[in-house]
Nanobody, 116 residues
Framework: QVQLVESGGGLVQPGGSLRLSCAASESIFNISALGWYRQAPGKGRELIAA???????HFGDSVKGRFIISRDNAKNTVYLQMNSLKPEDTAVYYC??????????WGKGVQVTVSG
């Protein structure tokens, strides 16, 4: 079983930046895809960004041009660099890993609050 631990959340002013990290309990080298999702109060969970094991990336429309996803296989970590943050980016952010046979693991989430 893969454990995912998110970190780097917090309170930031509009226009600011944060970098989230998701550390996996084992090698991510062969993980098919790693992604970041978020869930705001009263809303469903939405895909923000994903990266495959050959470094193809995908971003949700609401964050294109502002967020960057990357992975460091040596550190078993995936990152989400969030720039030009807006109040509507406020949510709990979750890390997700997809393994072979579509086995999925989730982290417990980290709070990001954008407020001035």
């Amino acid at each position: 079983q893969v454990q995912l631990v998110e970190s780097g959340g917090g309170l930031v002013q509009p226009g600011g930046s944060l970098r989230l990290s998701c550390a996996a309990s084992e090698s991510i080298f062969n993980i098919s895809a790693l992604g970041w999702y978020r869930q705001a109060p009263g809303k469903g969970r939405e895909l923000i960004a994903a990266i495959t094991n050959d470094n193809n990336t995908h971003f949700g429309d609401s964050v294109k041009g502002r967020f960057i996803i990357s992975r460091d296989n040596a550190k078993n970590t995936v990152y989400l660099q969030m720039n030009s943050l807006k109040p509507e980016d406020t949510a709990v952010y979750y890390c997700r890993a997809v393994l072979a046979y579509d086995i999925v693991y989730w982290g417990k989430g980290v709070q990001v609050t954008v407020s001035g």
